[in-house]
Each structure stands twice: as structure tokens, then as C-alpha cells.
């Protein structure tokens, strides 16, 4: 599983943003309707293994889901 390569839906804190862009890069993220205090984005496509290493060093994480 390490190796496929996926695109992923990320939920994070909305003052994460600077962090986001330093580990994904520039993404479009989508407003959560009720949720201000979050944001979501959809990753570009990568390995799972590369994802869970910058997730990790994602502070304000909230949830992930891996798309198929």
C-alpha cells in the first residue's frame, strides 16, 4: 500500500495554512459550510508513504481520507 499513489482529502485547523502550503504546496481548499474554525483541501496525487510522512508533521490536523 506504501507505494500507490493517491490523492487525499485533508481536514486541518484554519490557522494551519502556512503549514499546508509548506508540505503540499499550493492547494485549493474547500469551505466546510458551519465550520469556520476548519478548512479542507484534496492533496495532488502521491504515495501513501509520502503523505503519512508530511501528515505527520502536519500541526492541526484534524482527519484524513485516503480517495480512490
Known sequence: HAEQVKQF?????????????????????IELEGQAEEKAFVTKAMSEK?????????PGAISRIRML
Open 9 to 29: 482529502f485533508v481536514r486541518v485547523k484554519a490557522d494551519s495554512t502556512a503549514e499546508v502550503a509548506a508540505l503540499f504546496g499550493a492547494v485549493d481548499y
Open 50 to 58: 509520502d503523505f503519512a510522512d508530511r501528515f505527520a508533521k502536519l
